[in-house]
């Protein structure tokens, strides 16, 4: 017997100008589960990828169970025992739990279907593993957490003794990630080895054996899970010692500067996602909106900067009704992190420098009589990098090449360099390495301490319990509840992000 379920050794797989992973190493044995740990970018998908033969290695080796194979197509990977759960699930959401799980199975049996004794083994798997699923369900009618169950029933119904599980608690709620947690322990104790990507060091110390971290496309280390801690896997991921917490005073909230009332807005497949939203946000408090992504929260934030319409209600800025005109809404003293940052925040061809005046470049300092005036553009630029920590080689560095963190410095030092009234910040840590992430909380509490108002829309629970000094809790495009972080528990928060009262 191998003493490895599986290894990679020195993979190396190259993308057009970057080198996804770059001779990277890793061991998994039957029984364990192993975390892959990275940031965003680091390489995790793509090693997985390999390993699941939907990328052919430039270089290095894969064994299963001591010996080599070839990465020929998750077909082939998936006859050898190994199952994907992929970060967007590859169901038929038409069909029943029991059709999906079976999908393409069939064909095991002898050339032909037999339905009842398929569904006597989804049941049973069920049951052993507590998957619970209802078979006749249709899928495309589940919740999120429920689906990703149909997966993984999908992945063991097809023999899987490995399976692979990229990102999976980034779609759930808490309590849904508590549980699917449980399911893996279950797993792990029945033999089956598991390779659990994620970028949350609390899964990571809470479930795993042991633990591989990716920086940059190469292997930075493995540790003993019990032996690592919190600061120990934050430093291996990011390569240098970070703070974890945010310090802030208490805040004295003045006069509302955002109210949300009873406002819909529709989607882009005209569906009202959000649907009756009503809260508001004075100056000095930072409220954050909690919720499972997907809940109208994009469309929330888009019709409150002015970018989509409001189907009906209102949503008022310093006393002034917003309308779909995201300049005017801008004038009134609004600064806004978009969510997406590559498509809404930055123009990746230019300069910082440009990048920094993007919404003021015909203004004075940075233009007089239409002549703009490069001087005052780079030496605010010159200010800001110093100021908001941008780590770039000069000014004139386009920003396409800056990594997600600096980019993401370069939006927030631009918005909130001046004093504003209101700032949106959507997702302002997604995809930003630990230490930017630090640094990023640490100038939305400056800006609230300055007097202004600030909402922060984010799917991660420990950046809303970090910031906020009052918790939104959005749920299918309403405001469930508004609650006092220090009364509240994480649990009490998953539970209304379920949808569920408490
Ligand atoms: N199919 C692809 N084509 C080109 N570049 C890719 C492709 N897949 C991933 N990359 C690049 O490889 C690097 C690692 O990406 P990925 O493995 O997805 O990281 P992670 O899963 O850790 O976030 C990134 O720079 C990404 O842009
Ligand atoms: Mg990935």
Do not use: C, W
Not at 42 to 57: D, E, N, R, W, Y
Not at 289 to 299: L, S, W, Y
Not at 442 to 458: E, H, K, M, P
Not at 464 to 483: H, M, N, P, Q
């Amino acid at each position: 017997m191998a003493e490895f379920l599986l290894e990679a050794r020195g993979l190396t797989k190259r993308f057009p100008g970057v080198i996804a992973n770059d001779n990277v190493t890793m061991s998994l044995k039957a029984g364990e589960i192993l975390g892959l740990l990275g940031e965003n970018g680091a390489g995790k998908s793509t090693l997985v990828k390999m390993l699941f033969g939907i990328h052919q290695p430039d270089e290095g080796k894969i064994l299963l169970r001591g010996e080599e194979i070839t990465a020929d197509g998750p077909g082939e990977a998936i006859g050898r025992g190994i199952g994907m759960v992929h970060q967007h699930f590859q169901l038929v959401p038409t069909l029943t739990v029991a059709e999906n799980i079976i999908l393409g199975a069939e064909t095991t049996q002898a050339g032909f279907l037999n339905r009842s004794k398929a569904e006597e083994r989804v049941a049973e798997l069920s049951h052993r593993y507590g998957l619970i699923v209802e078979p006749g369900d249709i899928v495309g009618e589940l919740p999120v957490g429920i689906q990703q169950r149909v997966e993984i029933l999908k992945a063991l119904y097809r023999g899987a003794e490995l399976l692979i599980l990229d990102e999976p608690t980034a779609v759930l709620t808490p309590q849904e990630t508590d549980e699917l947690l449980t399911i893996l322990r279950g797993l792990a104790a029945d033999g089956v080895g598991i390779i659990f990507i994620t970028h949350k060091l609390r899964e990571v110390l809470e479930v795993t054996d042991r633990v591989t971290v990716l920086r940059r496309g190469k292997t930075v280390g493995t540790m003993v899970t019990s032996e690592a801690t919190t600061e120990s896997l934050a430093e291996l991921m990011v390569g240098r010692a970070v703070v974890l917490r945010v310090d802030k005073a208490e805040n004295e909230p003045g006069e509302v500067v955002l109210t949300v009332d009873e406002l819909k807005v529709r989607d882009d497949r005209k569906q009202l996602s959000v649907d009756g939203a009503t809260f508001e946000v004075r100056a000095g408090e930072i409220v954050g909106i909690a919720g499972v992504e997907g809940n109208g929260q994009r469309e929330l934030v888009e019709a409150i900067t002015g970018i989509r319409s409001i189907a009906s209600g209102q949503a008022v800025i310093a006393g002034v009704r917003v309308s779909a005109k995201p300049r005017s809404v801008r004038q009134l003293g609004v600064a806004y992190i978009p969510e997406d940052r590559e498509r809404d925040g930055l123009v990746g061809t230019y300069s910082i420098a440009d990048n920094m005046v993007l919404a003021s470049y015909n203004q004075e300092p940075y233009a007089k009589r239409g002549l703009r005036r490069f001087e005052a553009i780079a030496e605010n630029a010159t200010k800001l990098v110093e100021r908001f920590d941008v780590r770039t080689p000069d000014i004139d560095t386009s920003v396409k090449s800056l990594s997600g963190g600096n980019k993401q410095k370069v939006i927030v030092a631009r918005e909130l360099s001046e004093e504003k009234k209101l700032v949106i910040a959507s997702q302002p840590t997604r995809g930003v390495d630990v230490g930017s992430i630090e640094f990023i909380h640490n100038q939305l509490i400056a800006a609230r301490d300055r007097g202004a108002a600030v909402l922060v829309v984010s799917a991660e629970l420990d950046e809303i319990f970090s910031l906020s000094d009052r918790i939104a809790v959005i749920y299918e495009g309403k405001i469930a509840a508004v609650l006092d972080p220090d009364s509240t528990t994480r649990e009490e928060i998953g539970l209304l992000m379920a949808g569920e009262k408490i």
